[in-house]
């Protein structure tokens, strides 16, 4: 990982902001210079001083400005370079009563935009110094040493006040902007690897000199727990040459929790995408039942009965032959159906259950189809499943010639049956893959399965559902 790649934007942004300012007041060095002439022994040396000044903010600022320094080595160094080319400054114009000795403040409070919380009081030391090499060097007017000190001490006093407020306030929009960056980066993932890659990158960012490592093994355990509910995914291990303090321990548990959030998310999608596939999977098996099994089913039937009657009624034969072409050709329509059903959206609804119905019955039907049901749509699929079973049924175990479809409300139930005048089933009927694979899709959206006889003799499946606003 590079040093820039750990840097976070507004850093920079503040980097090139009091590298601006700086540049700014070096030009303003001139003009003091030229609109407040001092008498001094090295009054010639003020403007080599003032040029020098301005050579370095200019070379600084574009440093900064083109990302050629890293902000760890700049932050360290311009410290002692304000404060260096500030003494020259003041030494060549008239020493302790000369008019730039708040460059010394100015290099104190610079470094409040720093990572590093003790740079400030480092700064503090290094303008004291200054000022004592500024206290020690003869000048012309006699130096008051009990006013030097006071002033000195007030100054620089205020100046590392002003930069250990700013640098926490500093240190909190880093957390900010720290945890602002880790939740897109977050977001953005796909892969719990690159989740746990942004966490170790976010903590390295707040905690500069460490190695943070994410393990997804439940079965570590030496580190940070992290736990997503009641299950343990794992640790964040943590080298650092110090332990966490407690407002860090709080940053990177605030970050180890968006980072569980987002694995949170990727494992529910995941389980979201599988329980999708096992329905399509379900639902196409129930296609290939309804359409391709039971058309073969047919077709041996007839075949059956042709190869017996071969001999002796070759016109019966003939008859089964063609009924053979005619379940083969209505297997062919199914299948072209199939196929385009699988290129196209599905759709849901009452036009849907009475196409259905109309294409696959050939005999005589009745639909009585409430209008303005609220059905999920994993319901209107069980019901077309209902539709097509029960017409199977009624066509090869009943040979049925006429079917009722009733999909109706009450108040606290949807009811949707198949009617059919046919054969009735038998009292202990054991259900085939059809009628399995439909009571359990009933169960699965809160309804139960009957198959019945009515008083008039005839055979309902008939499936509960309870209304949607009771789900």
Known sequence: ?????????????????????????????????ALDPVDSPLQGYAWVAA???????????????TGRVTLARYELVSPVLDVLFATILILSTQGHQSPFTLWIVFAVVATSFSRYKLLPLAATGLGLL????????????????????VRTGYLLGFAAIVAMLSSHLNRQSQVIAALERIERELAESNEESEAASALERGVATLLPGSSPVVLLDPAE????????GDRNMGVLRIQRPRPLRPGEERVVATMAERFLAAV????????????????????????????????????????????Q??????????????????????GAVAA????????????RGHDVLETLIRTRWEGKYELELEEGLSLSEAQWNTIELLAKEGMNNARKHGSASRIRFVLEETPSEVLASLENDGAPPPNEVAFGYG???????????GGELALTVSEGGNTVLLARFPRRNEL
Do not use: C
Request: charged share 25%; no cysteine; net charge negative.
């Open 309 to 330: 009657n071969l001999a002796a009624d070759p016109e019966a034969t003939a008859e089964e032959l063609a009924q053979i072409k005619a379940i083969a050709r209505r």
């Open 336 to 347: 072209r159906e199939f196929i385009h059903r699988q290129q196209s959206p599905p759709t």
């Open 51 to 65: 040029s020098l000044f301005f050579a370095y903010a200019l070379w600084s600022f574009v440093l900064v400005k």
């Open 264 to 307: 949170g998310r990727m494992r529910l999608a995941d389980d979201l995408v599988r329980a999708a596939a096992h329905e399509e999977r379900l639902r196409l098996a129930d296609e290939l039942h309804d359409t391709f099994l039971q058309t073969l089913a047919a077709i041996d039937l007839r075949a059956e009965a042709g190869r």
């Open 435 to 445: 009628l399995s694979r439909l009571r359990s899709a009933v169960r699965n959206e």
């Open 1 to 33: 990982m590079s040093e820039h790649s750990q840097e976070l934007v507004h850093e920079r942004a503040l980097a090139e902001h009091v590298g601006l300012v700086r540049l700014v007041l070096t030009v303003a060095n001139f003009a003091v210079i």
């Open 221 to 228: 355990e030496q580190g940070m727990p992290l736990r997503l």
């Open 130 to 149: 200054a000022h004592g090499v500024i206290a020690a060097t003869p000048q012309q007017t006699p130096l008051d040493p009990g006013l030097f000190m």
